[in-house]
Each structure stands twice: as C-alpha cells, then as structure tokens.
C-alpha cells in the first residue's frame, strides 16, 4: 500500500534558521503531493502542492519540488520565523476517482527567538 | 466562503454514553473524510464518502463506530457505547471531486471518553 516517510522531530531551529523537512513516499499511479500544516488547536490546511514531476510548489516561503525519479518531495525554506512552529504533514493524494491522502506521521518544527 | 464546519468543538462525557459528531462540509464538496489524531497513531482516515455514499470504511475501528451522510450538506460519526480509548481528536474534510484539489478539513472536535 501507499506510505510516506518523514524526518521525525520535534525539529527546534532558531529565527532566521535554514529549515528541510524530507519526505519520502510509495504511491501507486501519480500522485498529487502535498504539504499541510496544522497550527496548535487547528485543523490541517494547505501549505503547498505540486501535481506533476518537478513542478515547485511554494507559499508563504515554504518551497517542495516533485522529484519523481527519488519520490521525494522535501520542504525547505530558507529562514524560518517563530510564526513558523507548527506541525507539517508530507501527503501524496491519488489521482483517479478515489482521492485517498497518505498522511505522514507529521514533524513538528519549534522556532525559537 | 464559510470552510468546514464541524460541532461541538469539544465534547466530554463518560464512558458508555452515545457520542454524536457532527459535520457541515464546504458547498459543492462532494467528497467527505472523517479522520482521528491521536498522539500514538498520528492522523487516521476512518471512513470516506463520495457523493453521499461510504466507499471506504475500513479504518472504522469498531462496530461502535458509525458515520451517516444523509445530504450533500451534513455528515454525522457516532460513537455508542463510547470507551476511554476513543478519547482523540476528530477531523472532517471535504474535497472537490478533482485528484489534484487539496482536502479542506474543519478545526476538529476534542473529544474526552472519562
């Protein structure tokens, strides 16, 4: 079956810190990948997505390639802000009728001043 | 747009009591996801509907486990009789009908199994 993998945290890098969170997954087909995050006493929403092999997703200075060939889709971003702590779940969605989401099991990331 | 409603958003009860869910998903939605978020096993899919209809409820732990989709516009995630383990966090998200369209999920409701 589907899988992801994700760098387990908690994750603790100061303001303006250099931030990767790696991703890798197993999906049958091709998937849709996408990046969530989930603040303190929120649902999960959506950072960024990429919906075909090296498309960029990026927002909010957060940045995920689609690397089909290493099925990998790692979060970067290159200074981080305390605003920034939160938890981010890695998730390839199927594509097809049936829009099952792998979720990862989520990395927290704490940022300190 | 009003997102992904879901109610109560924290309900605390004893062990045995019947626990209702409730979910509003976003307007011309037409796939609903109820998941649960627990510290030991992460966010878990327990049951999907597409256009009203269950396709997949293999992640529903228990018989005491049941979820409704009467409308477009509603879905209910019963719990009866409710155990201490059940004690989690329970998510609902509605997609739009296309595989490369993210979920929208509803802030969750906290629920306390004593």
């Known amino acids: 079956g589907d899988s992801v993998t994700q760098m387990e945290g908690p994750v603790t890098l100061s303001e303006e810190a250099f931030l990767t969170i790696n991703c890798t997954y197993t999906?049958?087909?091709?998937?849709?990948l996408f990046w969530y995050v989930q603040y303190p006493g929120e649902g999960l929403q959506l950072l960024l997505k990429a919906t075909k092999a090296d498309d960029k997703g990026s927002n909010k200075g957060f940045e995920a390639t689609y690397r089909k060939e290493t099925t990998s889709f790692h979060l970067e971003k290159g200074s981080v802000q305390v605003s920034d702590s939160a938890v981010y779940f890695c998730?390839?969605?199927?594509?097809?009728?049936?829009?099952?989401?792998?979720f990862g099991t989520g990395t927290k990331l704490q940022v300190i001043p | 747009d009003a997102g992904v409603i879901q109610s109560p958003r924290h309900e605390v009860t004893e062990m045995g009591q019947e626990v209702t869910l409730r979910c509003k998903p976003i307007s011309g939605h037409n796939s609903l996801f109820w998941y649960r978020q627990t510290m030991m096993r992460g966010l878990e899919l327990l049951i999907y509907?597409?256009?009203?209809?269950?396709?997949?409820d293999s992640g529903m732990p228990e018989d005491r486990f049941s979820a409704k989709m009467p409308n477009a516009s509603f879905s209910t995630l019963k719990i009866q009789p409710s155990e201490p383990r059940d004690s989690a966090v329970y998510f609902c998200a509605s997609i739009q009908g296309r595989s490369n369209q993210p979920q929208h999920f509803g802030d969750g409701t906290r629920l306390s199994i004593l």
């Open positions: 999906a049958t087909g091709y998937p849709s």
């Open positions: 509907f597409n256009n009203n209809v269950p396709i997949d």
């Open positions: 998730a390839p969605q199927n594509s097809g009728g049936y829009q099952k989401v792998t």
